[in-house]
Every structure is written in C-alpha cells, then in structure tokens.
C-alpha cells in the first residue's frame, strides 16, 4: 500500500493521517494494525511505515528514516494541447504511467476545447488530483507536475531537446545522451501550419505509419524515450 504526505509530513516518528489517505487506507484497502504502507511526498523521498492504530478520525503510523530516490534520466516534458472529454484525463494517466516528469497543457489552434479562467484553474486542478491517483498506482515517487500554459511559445522551454510529434516525418524518435527532453503534440486536427512553423528548433519525428490518436501520441513517445533510457 502507498499514500501520498506532504513533504514536511515525511520524518521519521509517528504520524497520525486524515482525510483523504485515511479512507482509502481504513476504507478502500481495508488496513489493519500492523499492516506495512511506502509514504512518498511526491518529491522524490519515501519512507516506510507500519500502521499502529486505526480510529474513524485517523490512522496512526510508525514511520522509519526517509530516503531519497534518484529522479529518472532524461527528464521528460510533455507538451500536449486540450483533448475532448475524458480522453484528457486518460491521457494524464497514462503520460505518468509511461514516465512524464512534466505535464503541460497548452492550447492548440485547432483543438476542440478552449478553456481560461475558473474553468481552466479547475480543470488542472483535477487533472493533477489524476496524475497523483496514477502516481500512487503506478509506484512513483515524484509526481508529475501539471500546469497550463498560455501559448505554444510557454510550454516549450529554450534548453534540452525538443521534439515535435508530426506523422507526416519518416524520421525516428531518438534522444542520444539529452537530460532534457520535450515532446510537443498535437490536437485532434493536427499541428497548424503556424505552430509547425514556429517549432522549427525542434526535431520533427513519427511514430510508424499508422497516425494515432492526440491522446495516444504522448504516452508511445514517453514510453520510447523510457525504453531508449531504461530509466
């Protein structure tokens, strides 16, 4: 069992945990007293931990000495625009199954959805409470970071290596010794000509020759950066 603290929850004594963690520890897995729990704070520390008392309110925890755990090389920065429906959180999900570090969300001249404000603040907001669902399952201890950028331009940083997903190239993702890693896909329309133009610094590849979907796109290109490193 894994649950997510706060980074300055995570020390070595006894912990008392409420809310959230503390149902799906006493209520979804069923924890008893001395049951064993991994606490990662979502920044690259975990501990163990063994349970020594659950109430309505709280479980209580012993906790051992935390260690820190190596983040993964190259560091994968995933650049996806707005998907339709629950395809997104779909897509969220599996980036961080596959190995995203970064997650940024950005909003693509042909994408269906267009979001700002409250709706926009909300949506992130739930997108990172699925990439921390997927963290837990998937054995992470960073959890990817999820945040929304106002243009193309801002969700493409000026360092590493920065690769465009266009199904119309013949040429192989290959990322050699880079420690940074960008991949910038596309909506369900496509790249426009505009922001192909302005993505004229990165190195446009495909992915075979079937074109997959904009939620599809990341994830296979993660996962053969992953599969590249081994990391």
């Known amino acids: 069992m894994r649950i997510f603290v706060r980074p300055e929850m995570l020390d070595e004594g006894m912990l008392a945990i409420t809310g959230d963690e503390h149902h799906y520890?006493?209520?979804?897995?069923?924890?008893r007293p001395g049951d064993t729990v991994e606490l990662v704070d979502g920044a690259g520390r975990r501990a163990a931990a063994t349970i020594t008392a659950i109430t309505d309110g709280a479980t209580e925890l012993a906790v051992g000495a935390p260690e820190a755990v190596p983040a993964a090389v190259?560091?994968?920065?995933?650049?996806?625009?707005?998907?339709?429906g629950d395809r997104m959180e779909w897509?969220?999900?599996?980036?961080?199954?596959?190995?995203?570090?970064?997650?940024?969300?950005?909003?693509?001249a042909r994408a269906v959805v267009q979001l700002d404000g409250d709706r926009l603040a909300?949506?992130?907001?739930?997108?990172?409470?699925?990439?921390?669902?997927?963290?837990?399952?998937?054995g992470c201890a960073h959890v990817?970071?999820?945040?929304?950028?106002?243009?193309?331009?801002?969700?493409?940083?000026?360092?590493?290596?920065?690769?465009?997903?266009?199904?119309?190239?013949?040429?192989?993702l290959e990322v050699g010794g880079a420690t940074y890693v960008t991949l910038v896909s596309g909506p369900e329309g496509g790249l426009s000509p505009e922001e192909l133009e302005s993505l004229t610094a990165c190195t446009a590849v495909g992915l075979g020759?079937?074109?997959?979907r904009a939620e599809t796109a990341?994830?296979?290109a993660t996962a053969l950066v992953r599969a590249q490193t081994r990391t």
């Open 25 to 31: 520890l006493s209520r979804v897995r069923r924890a």
């Open 74 to 84: 190259p560091l994968v920065r995933a650049a996806i625009p707005w998907i339709k």
């Open 91 to 108: 897509c969220i999900e599996k980036l961080v199954e596959a190995g995203a570090d970064q997650i940024v969300v950005w909003p693509a």
């Open 122 to 138: 909300a949506r992130i907001a739930k997108l990172a409470a699925a990439a921390q669902a997927a963290a837990r399952q998937c």
């Open 144 to 172: 990817p970071s999820v945040a929304a950028a106002a243009s193309l331009a801002a969700a493409v940083p000026s360092d590493g290596l920065c690769i465009v997903l266009d199904p119309s190239s013949n040429r192989a």
């Open 209 to 212: 020759p079937r074109i997959v």
């Open 218 to 220: 990341p994830v296979l």
